[in-house]
Nanobody, 120 residues
Framework: QVQLVESGGDLVQPGGSLRLSCVAS????????MSWYRQAPGKERELVAT????????DYADSVKGRFTISRDNAKNSVYLQMNSLKPEDTAVFYC?????????????WGQGTQVTVSS
C-alpha cells in the first residue's frame, strides 16, 4: 500500500535550521511531483514547496523563498525540505504530498505530518 512517512520535525529556536524527510513506498516515486505543505493552528493548509518528478524544477511559496530548499533522491524514494533561518511563523505541522496527474485522474497521497515548532 501507499505510504508517505515524514520525519525531522522538532522544537527549534528562531534563526535555527531543520531538515525534514519523507520516505515513500507503494508507488512509482519518480512519476510523482512531490510537495511539502504546512498547516498552522487555526489556519488552512498551505503549499510550501514543490519539486517535479525528475527534480529538474522547484517552486516555493513567497514566504519561504531563500530560506527553504526542497530536494529529492529518487533512488531512495525520498524528498527533503531543508529549512534555514526559521521564524516563529513557520510553526506548523508539515505534510508530505505526492501527486501524479494523468489524462484520466489525479493520484494524490499524503503523509501523517510532522510538527515543527519555532520558539525561544
Amino acid at each position: 500500500q501507499v505510504q508517505l512517512v515524514e520525519s525531522g520535525g522538532d522544537l527549534v529556536q528562531p534563526g535555527g535550521s531543520l531538515r525534514l524527510s519523507c520516505v515513500a513506498s507503494g508507488f512509482i516515486f519518480s512519476r510523482y511531483a512531490m510537495s511539502w505543505y504546512r498547516q498552522a493552528p487555526g489556519k488552512e493548509r498551505e503549499l510550501v514547496a514543490t519539486i517535479t518528478g525528475a527534480g529538474s524544477s522547484t517552486d516555493y511559496a513567497d514566504s519561504v523563498k531563500g530560506r527553504f530548499t526542497i530536494s529529492r533522491d529518487n533512488a531512495k524514494n525520498s524528498v527533503y525540505l531543508q529549512m534555514n533561518s526559521l521564524k516563529p511563523e513557520d510553526t506548523a505541522v508539515f505534510y508530505c504530498n505526492a501527486r501524479w496527474t494523468t489524462a484520466k485522474r489525479v493520484y494524490d497521497y499524503w503523509g501523517q505530518g510532522t510538527q515543527v515548532t519555532v520558539s525561544s
